[in-house]
């Protein structure tokens, strides 16, 4: 035996809750007068279509708010993987700097040479595996002074003049198009 709905007709009588009511017809609470009942229902049915609506609305909303909270669970993920991957980016910039600063000496043997060499394979890994990354250095000599970019290790007497970078003390970078450390510069007027 199948359960009944709330509301159910079987053979003229309305189920009420659990119970079948014998006496109250299916079309009870209906006025006689056609017309009359045809407008009784079709305002019941605008109001079940407007009640529709509005949990169609809260649902379409529900949807959209979780479809955001999605996106910015996803946002904040990548944040946080970019961000350890930059502090372990900055971290290896020291050992960059300690090979950039063994390259200006020059070698005295063939030993040493050897040895540089070496080195500077090492170095040439050790930046690719950086680019792979999204490090870039930024363009420093030669270069217009850019205080965004380039920090200047002597503040120039004119600070209006048109200044251009004369050397580059260290080395800037940016990673995946963010500032990670700005150039150290000397600069000159133009």
Same mark, same amino acid.
């Given at each position: 035996?199948?359960?009944?709905? !709330? ?39 605008? !109001? ?42 900055? !971290? ?99």
């Amino acid at each position: 035996m199948s359960s009944l709905e !709330e509301g159910e007709v079987i053979e003229g009588q309305v189920i009420e809750g659990d119970v079948v009511d014998p006496a109250q017809p299916a079309d009870a609470g209906l006025p006689e007068d056609p017309a009359t009942a045809n407008e009784l229902l079709l305002d019941q049915l605008a !109001e079940e279509r407007q009640a529709a609506q509005s949990v169609f609305s809260d649902l379409q909303r529900v949807a959209a708010e979780f479809d955001n909270y999605r996106k910015r669970v996803q946002r904040d993920q990548v944040d946080i993987i970019d961000r350890a991957s930059e502090r372990v980016v900055l !971290e290896m910039l020291a050992v960059v700097d300690s090979f950039e600063a063994a390259f200006t000496h020059e070698a005295q043997s063939p030993g040493e040479e050897k040895l540089l060499t070496g080195m500077r394979n090492t170095y040439e890994l050790l930046i690719s595996v950086l680019a792979k990354e999204g490090l870039e250095p930024i363009a420093a000599i030669g270069e217009p002074f850019d205080p965004t970019v380039h920090e200047a290790a002597q503040a120039p007497s004119d600070a209006g003049a048109h200044l251009v970078v004369s050397e580059e003390l260290r080395r800037g970078y940016m990673l995946a198009g963010r500032l990670i450390r700005p150039a150290l510069v000397a600069v000159d007027h133009a």
